[in-house]
């Protein structure tokens, strides 16, 4: 499979109120500031800095209550076209919780083997209904986020609370080399 994959990334903000003193800000008027900014990141196919050539991407749902530990260097993840995900670097993290969600999705903090160079062991993130995130490594980085196999390659993703069932949009941009 050759991967090319687009990451635009824009803070809009336009604050009325007094001149701008806020560094990133540039005066629109006397009484307001705006804020505008945007990046836009290509990664080509392959392994190296600027590249990523496997992509996982799922809709997954977990019941009240329940926990899954994606493994990202195992056989139980396939990519978008059927073939089995081993990653061994993530350049890009996408995460979705679905807007009709009640309880939030929590990423994170796996009980062994947890995919740390990003969270650390026990760092959590905590996805509010429809809340989003976009996780991008630098253009110019090789590595990215290193996976290390049956040691550091668990993404625990677990449901906040009993009751009922969340719904969250994963995606895995990276590389097996």
Do not use: C
Request: aromatic residues 6%; without cysteine; proline residues 2%.
């Amino acid at each position: 499979m050759a991967l090319t994959s687009r990451f635009v990334l824009r803070a809009y903000g336009l604050a009325a109120g007094t001149a701008p003193t806020a560094p990133l800000a540039s005066a629109t008027t006397a009484d307001s500031a705006l804020i505008d900014l945007l990046t836009d990141i290509n990664l080509a196919d392959g392994a190296g800095a600027g590249q990523a050539s496997v992509l996982y991407a799922a809709t997954r749902t977990l019941a009240a209550s329940a926990t899954e530990d994606l493994d990202l260097n195992g056989t139980a993840l396939q990519d978008v076209l059927g073939v089995n995900v081993g990653l061994v670097r993530v350049k890009a993290l996408y995460i979705h919780a679905a807007a009709a969600n009640s309880n939030n999705v929590v990423v994170g903090a796996a009980a062994t083997n947890q995919w740390a160079t990003l969270l650390n062991t026990t760092g959590t993130l905590t996805f509010r209904p429809n809340a989003k995130m976009l996780f991008i490594a630098g253009e110019a980085d090789a590595t990215g986020y290193a996976v290390t196999a049956g040691t550091g390659d668990l993404l625990k993703v677990a449901n906040s609370a009993g009751g009922t069932p969340v719904s969250y949009t994963i995606a895995l941009f990276g590389s097996a080399t």
